[in-house]
């Protein structure tokens, strides 16, 4: 309604959203359509390197709105020539507005050396214009489940699972067979329908098929139980279907009950509940959670990161402790786990009890 009132005295605002996440933009753009902005106001929605490319800096838009800013590029990339994707978006554009969290960033070319981020977040404080959140609003469950998901995915540590839930509902399972047959349980529930298989980027992926081998699709595979990885089932879609998903998120999409996503699928989005496969690189040593790059298919996780000074760092054991938090915090009503480490398994089921 304000700016319905804005709009009636003054020129309207130029106004864009931006994320860096495929799956994220397809909805994002759904939403433009069925609330008409993008036929009164044109394209609103963009991939960050789609509006750099688009706009410039003796001409900037009113109003830039980032999502997942953490999903930034900080180094040039084939698509983008840039140097920091932040710093291009802030020069075309009068305001922007940035949603920043920094355990979320998943790959090399996301991350953000310090004192490149303190940069910002001090501008922002010295404007009056920096805002902690410190609630967050996708898991309806107690402060203790949050504060236990916290303990694994912050400080590495397994402490005993809180009775009381307020209503979220966390269960460890001893095959990935269990986790399956439950979560496809609670799918099957037209109240909690976006209930999916998700797991760590621990067994290889190409988004080209299988070639010269035996397997059909690229899977997630635990001992004789298996399962395609995300978008592999798409391939053998009729194009009635085919055309049906396309505007659709993967998790809506009803053949993904039978695949594994990934965070590159699922970052950013709300299942009911989220069946979590925690693969090798997630382990359980001398009592505390150990993140392992040397387990990870993520080869964008775990090369090296060429820094400002020149220096080359791997961050691959943080990263891959973002990635399994992004998992871990998708499910609204529930948090299902199958870990394939015999130690973190066992750790996780004394912790139910």
Sequence with gaps: LFASAEEQELEPLKCCMMVNHDEQITVYEQIAQKLGLIERYGNVVYKPTSFINRHTVDDPIDVAFIDEAHLLLTQGKQSYQGDNQLKDIIERARVTVVMFDENQILTTEQYWESQILNQYRELAKCQNNYFELKN??????????????????????????????????IRIFESPLDLEQALKGKAADENHKLSRLIATYDWEYSSKPPAARLLKYWEVMIGKWHKPWNRELDRELGKKEKQANKALSWAEQPQTIDEIGST????????????????????????????DPSASYNAKAVRNRTLSDGSKQKFGEELIQHEVRVLMTRGVEGLYIYACDDALREALLQAMK
Excluded: C
């Excluded at 590159?264 to 993140?291: C, H």
């Design 136 to 169: 967050q609003l996708r898991i309806r469950a107690s402060e203790e489940i949050v504060e236990w998901i916290d303990d694994f995915t912050k400080k590495r540590k397994i402490s005993p699972v809180p009775q009381y839930g307020g209503g979220y509902e």
């Design 264 to 291: 590159f699928t699922i970052q950013g989005f709300d299942l009911n509940y989220a069946g979590v496969i925690l693969g090798p690189s997630v382990k359980y040593r001398n009592g505390e959670v150990v993140f």
